[in-house]
């Protein structure tokens, strides 16, 4: 049986995501491609390295993480989430946009509200 273009989207950001949020850094870089580009709030990167060297600070901090929705497309595919921390922020909502070339994410961009980690941009690497 031969997978689908969506079904291989969806088995590629989830396995990313899903070993984002263990903190297993090389099971979620197994996932990015060359090239790779990563935005968000705080941090954009061209690399998988730079984009990976924060995860574990980053996961250090998450509780839990509960999944909102997903929406998967031939080579590209949004997540819905909320990260749920042991800081002041508590619970964030978090939307993720997810490009890709093949089976591997070509880039990611991560939008949510920064403003409650602005006193905790030094102390945590985020």
Known sequence: ???TAQ????RTV???HEARFRGEVSAAAAHLGEPFHFQSPFITSDDRAGHL???PG???IVTGVELISELYGDAEATLVYDVHTATTVGTQRTAEHFRLDGD???S????FD???WQPMKTEIEI
């Open 58 to 60: 980053f996961v250090s």
């Open 114 to 116: 920064a403003t409650p």
């Open 1 to 3: 049986m031969t997978m």
């Open 53 to 55: 060297a924060t995860l």
């Open 104 to 106: 591997k994410i070509a």
């Open 108 to 111: 990611i961009t991560l939008v």
């Open 14 to 16: 989830r396995g990313y």
């Open 7 to 10: 079904e291989q989207t969806r």
